[in-house]
């Protein structure tokens, strides 16, 4: 694998050309000619669909700064991060960042965490988005804020953010040997579990009183919802047929209706996978990792630790489950989907294709536009079997320069409802606004995928984005970046 083959979209003059270009490698990925703006623009369409009504087709997807207190409240950088997002021009605000349910089911010591503040600390934050929203668009209509709630399972490292302290469902024949979790490991029992959607009621609780219009029950990137849904290997009531892994979603939904009957529920789901991807070991160095490879062995076949995945050949999605899935939650009077795919931590190339590898990461294997069509086709697939459902698309920020272009077609061709935007708007906050108002777009802003934002979390420093957001750029973590990046 070559990256010399990947097309470099940053060289790429104009909107035609990445059309050719597109056409020429075969890559099915929409893209309008040019852009629309104003009452013309798809992108600036407003969603009506029963209660919910959203002003246009932009959200901005829920990213954590790794930023908040040990005890879990928010600091300057968290208020500011949601300040941008309200600033965005966005009427869909999905989650805002992973708040966690509960102190051990925290990913990182700095995770967001509902406590004795929380109400008017979640209240506060929100209050600053409204405001920079309001600053910036100069009306509120439209505008829907969720809060994305959370517990970490495998991945919860509450104390410190270079120590796991795993909560797991069942074991894996792979990530169970990364994270050092040996056989007789124990699994999170059916007690635990029934006390964790306890933690999750109440947390819908705080987000109803804290003024949010839905909370997110997290369902994605091998994280405790998602885990859930893979847990076709653990015994008893909560494991095994897609009723039992389905029953944790199921009773936290009927905890959070009967506490909080007016607040609003969305899913952010990982709607296929592809099993644990490792720097190819034949090409690495130390500090430079190779392409990456499927860590799987025969052995594993049929794989059963995958949601979305055919057990025969695990690296291709297969999407019975995930339309069971959102056939449930229809059954369950969810409208709100946000679709996703994979893991940051092992297959971060699905889950958000970039260009240039965080440092717990591997070089692409395949050109990350790829993997942006994969998300792209699966969403497409299931809004079309799920017309009534508001959808959220995920990973466009790759698209970089003709990211306008790509959104207004998905969005005009019915591929999805609204277009997530992840990474691109810690870059360029400012996006939503230009394209809808006509303004002239800021090149200089676009993400480039450097994987930063990913890297300094992984290293113990806030996220952000340290190539182009000026007061990360111009922060003392940047030097310590640098550092992490290259050591002497
Ligand atoms: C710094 C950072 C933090 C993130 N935090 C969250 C999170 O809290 N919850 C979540 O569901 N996804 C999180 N994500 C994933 C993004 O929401 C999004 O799915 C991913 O970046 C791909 O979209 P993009 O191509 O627009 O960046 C995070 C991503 C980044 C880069």
């Known amino acids: 694998m070559n990256e010399n083959s990947f097309l470099r979209l940053g060289g790429i003059r104009d909107v035609d050309t990445f059309r050719n270009c597109l056409q020429a490698q075969n890559i099915s990925i929409p893209c309008d000619a040019t852009l629309l703006a104003g009452e013309d623009s798809p992108l600036a369409q407003p969603l009506h669909r029963s209660d919910v009504a959203i002003g246009n087709r932009f959200a901005i ?13 928010p600091t300057e950088l968290t208020f500011r991060r949601w300040g941008r997002f309200g600033a965005s021009g966005a009427k869909l605000i999905w989650g805002g960042e992973a708040v966690a349910v509960c102190h051990e089911g925290r990913a990182n010591p700095n995770q967001l965490a509902i406590g004795p503040n929380a109400i008017g600390d979640l209240s506060r934050l929100r209050e600053v988005l409204i405001r920079e929203h309001e600053r910036s668009v100069g009306t509120l209509a439209g505008l829907v804020i969720g809060l994305q709630l959370t517990h970490s399972g495998r991945y919860s490292s509450p104390n410190r953010f270079d ?89 936290v939904v009927k905890g959070v209706r009967d506490v909080a009957p007016a607040l609003g529920i969305g899913v952010r789901v990982s709607a296929f996978d592809t099993v644990p991807f490792i720097p190819d070991p034949k090409l690495s160095l130390p500090g430079k990792p190779g392409h990456g490879v499927p860590e799987m062995d025969a052995h594993l076949l049929p794989y059963r630790w995958g949601f979305g995945v055919n057990p025969e050949n695990p690296v291709e999605p297969d999407l019975k489950e995930p339309k069971q899935f959102l056939s449930l939650l229809s059954e369950l009077d969810i409208s709100l989907v946000n679709l996703s795919a994979g893991s940051p931590y092992y297959n971060p190339h699905l889950q958000r294709p970039a260009f240039f590898p965080p440092s717990d990461g591997y070089h692409p294997p395949e050109d990350p536009l790829l993997g942006v069509a994969q998300q792209m086709h699966m969403t497409r697939t299931l ?91 111009d922060s003392e973590d940047a030097a310590r970046l640098k550092d992490l990046k290259h050591p002497h």
């Open 61 to 73: 997807q829920p990213m954590e700064g790794w930023d908040g207190t040990s005890d879990g409240r």
């Open 163 to 251: 120590r796991p302290e795993p909560r797991i469902l069942f074991h894996h024949p792979v990530l169970d040997k990364r994270l050092g979790i040996t056989d007789d490991y124990p699994l999170l029992a059916d007690r635990e579990i029934r006390n964790i959607i306890e933690d999750f009621q109440q947390a819908a609780r705080v987000a109803q009183e804290a003024g949010f219009d839905f909370v997110d029950i997290k369902h994605c990137h091998g994280y405790l919802g998602h885990e859930f849904l893979s847990a076709h290997t653990r015994p008893g009531n909560y494991g095994g047929d897609f009723e039992n892994r389905t029953r944790f979603l199921r009773e």
């Open 383 to 473: 809004k079309q079997q799920f017309p009534n459902m508001i959808v959220v698309g995920s990973a466009y920020s790759y698209l970089q320069d003709f990211l306008p272009y790509v959104a207004q077609a998905a969005v005009r061709e019915g591929w999805v409802d609204c277009v997530g935007l992840g990474r691109m708007v810690l870059a360029y906050p400012g996006l939503p606004l230009d394209i809808i108002r006509g303004r002239e777009l800021q090149r200089k802003q676009f993400c480039r995928t450097f994987s930063d934002c990913t890297t300094a979390p992984r290293g113990g420093l806030p996220s952000g984005c340290y190539p182009l957001d000026q007061h990360y750029k």
